[in-house]
C-alpha cells in the first residue's frame, strides 16, 4: 500500500515538473507567432501608406496650372482662416452651384480667406455673371479668364463693367450656339476694349453679338449636351490676348469658315 502511495507521488510530481518545463517554451511560441503577425501588419500599413503617397503625388502631377492655382489658392484661404490676427474683410460675392442649372448663392464672405458668414439663394444666371465678374476683378496682372457654359448665351453688364475696371484682363467664352444644344463654338474679348459700349438698354449683351464683333470660332460641331466637358470660370495667369493679336486670328478663322461654306 504505501509502494503504490510512492509511486503515485512520483508520478503526480513527473507530470507537474513536465508542465512547468514545458510551458515557457509554448508560450514563447505563441508570443513569436504574435509578434511576427504584427510585423506583417506594421509591414503593409506601411506599404499602403507608400501607395497612398504615390497616388497623391500622381494627382498632383496631372493637375493642370489653372487646377493648381485654384489649389494653392484655397490653401491659403484655410492658412488664414487658422491665423489668429487674420482681420476678415466681408462682401458679398456670387457662386455658381456646381450644376450651372441649379440655384447659386450670394455670399457675405471674407474675399481674403472665404469665411462665409451668411448666405441665400440667387437664380443660376445671376450667379454665372455674378462669379464671372468676380473671377475678372481678383484676376492676376494680365490674366485670361476663360468661361465654359452650356446653358447660358448672354452676359448681364456686370461682367462688362468687370471688364472695364480690368483693361489688362481678356475673356474668353466657350458656348452653345443654341443654348443648351448646337455647336460649341468660342471667342475672346481681348484686353482694353470698351465692353461698356456693347451693352444693350436692358443691361445685357449676347454671346452671338460678341461673337460677331469679336470673330467667333467654331470647336465642336453638334456637340452632344452628355459629352461636353463640364462648365465652369478658369483663369490663366499672363495669357491676356491683346486686341491686334485676337482680330489677326479671329479675322483667318472667319475667312476659312467663308471658304469652306462656298
Known sequence: MKAKKVLLTIFTTCILAAGVVLSPFAAGTIAFAETKDTSAQATEQTQDSEKETEQEKEQEVALTPEQQAEKDRKEAQEALQKDPNHVHKFRWIAKMNQSESAEGTMNYMCSECGKIWYYKPIPAYLA?????????????????????TSLFISFNNEVMEALAQRPDVSLYVSFLDQEYKGNRVSFTIPAGQDTMSLVDSNGYVGFLFLGGTYGLKMEVPMEDPLDHEPSGIEVTEGEAVEASEASTENAAEVVADKTNNQ
Open 128 to 148: 454665372f455673371s455674378g462669379e464671372t465678374a468676380y473671377k475678372i476683378e481678383t484676376a492676376p496682372q494680365g490674366a485670361l479668364v476663360k468661361v465654359k
